[in-house]
Nanobody, 123 residues
């Protein structure tokens, strides 16, 4: 089993920046695509950004010019750099990852969610 732990959220003023981290831990796994999602109460969880193991990225249109997703495969960690934050960015941000157990045959793809980290952009 892979555990995902988000960190880096908090309170920031409009126009400010935050960097979120998603650390994957476990044993004998290969981390594939990692995505950042966000959700506000009463709304659907929405994709923010996604990155493949090879570094290909995609973003929601409203974030693509302000947010940057990256990863460090050696650390099994993904990041979300958020700049020019707006009050409407306030949400719980979740990390999601596809992964494969590397000690079983046949290989089976799995998926895990983190617990989320609160980002509040307040004027």
């Amino acid at each position: 089993q892979v555990q995902l732990v988000e960190s880096g959220g908090g309170l920031v003023q409009p126009g400010g920046s935050l960097r979120l981290s998603c650390a994957a831990s476990g044993s004998s796994f290969i981390l594939n695509a990692v995505g950042w999602y966000r959700q506000v109460p009463g709304n659907e969880r929405e994709l923010v950004a996604r990155i493949t193991r090879g570094g290909s990225t995609n973003y929601a249109d409203s974030m693509k010019d302000r947010f940057t997703i990256s990863r460090d495969n050696a650390k099994n960690t993904a990041y979300l750099q958020m700049n020019s934050l707006k009050p409407e960015d306030t949400a719980v941000y979740y990390c999601n990852a596809d992964w494969i157990s590397s000690d079983t045959i046949p290989l089976v793809i799995r998926n895990s969610w983190g617990q989320g980290t609160q980002v509040t952009v307040s004027s």
